[in-house]
């Protein structure tokens, strides 16, 4: 299957791309805490996503430090909020939608695969709703998917869709309010331990 959902949770580590989304998750912690309820529009309800993409110096793509510490990550990130799709200071109208931003913000650079394989990462808080998994596989939905084809129709790369929350049921966006309302610090021990 071209593009694959995943819960980011202990239970699904051995799931391909687990590691990467639990350092994109870290990164989008880190991202959005600094800017998080400050008025700028990303408070607990704005749903963060982030994608792996090859470092390019060129586009200011640099390559990504890991959250805990050491060497250079082989990756850069490009990362995705719902309000900034939604104040359309992203192009097009990408109805607010956190992995759409993330992957439009990203369009024009080479996806990041996984050593030895041809597997993408994708992190995003929430479920993808209906429409996004729909744009996802090349459906429309507005603003054309950038790497349609790439992972959908012709199956080249593999995109393994890692979420943590679910969306709308099962009180998804309450769970990321509450983890959006901690400290960054919390947020990351979290992600840490339990994620």
């Known amino acids: 299957m071209p593009i694959t959902l995943s819960q980011l ?9 687990y590691a990467l989304a639990k350092e994109l998750a870290l990164q989008t912690v880190a991202q959005f805490g600094a800017v998080r309820s400050t008025g700028t529009g ?20 640099q390559a990504a430090n890991p959250i805990n510490g050491g060497a250079a990550l082989p990756y850069s990130i490009a990362y995705g909020n719902s309000r900034i799709a939604a104040s359309g200071l992203d192009t ?3 109805g607010g939608h956190a992995e759409r931003c993330a992957l439009t913000a990203a369009a024009g650079e080479m ?10 990462v994708l992190f995003v808080e929430l479920t993808p709703c209906g429409a996004c998994q729909t744009w996802l596989n090349g459906g429309g939905g507005g603003v054309a998917n950038p790497f349609n084809g ?7 790369v593999t995109l393994n869709v890692w979420w943590r929350w679910a969306y709308p049921d099962d009180g998804g966006l309450a769970a990321m309010k509450t983890f959006h309302s901690w400290t960054t610090l919390t947020q990351q021990n979290d992600i840490n331990v339990n994620w």
């Open 9 to 17: 949770i202990p239970a699904n580590n051995a799931n391909v791309g």
């Open 42 to 61: 990303i408070a607990e309800a704005s749903c963060c996503a982030a994608v792996a993409i090859n470092p390019n110096p060129v586009t200011h793509f």
């Open 92 to 94: 097009g109208n990408l």
């Open 111 to 120: 996806l990041y695969l996984l050593p030895g394989s041809n597997h993408a």
């Open 150 to 156: 790439i992972f959908n129709g012709a199956g080249i």
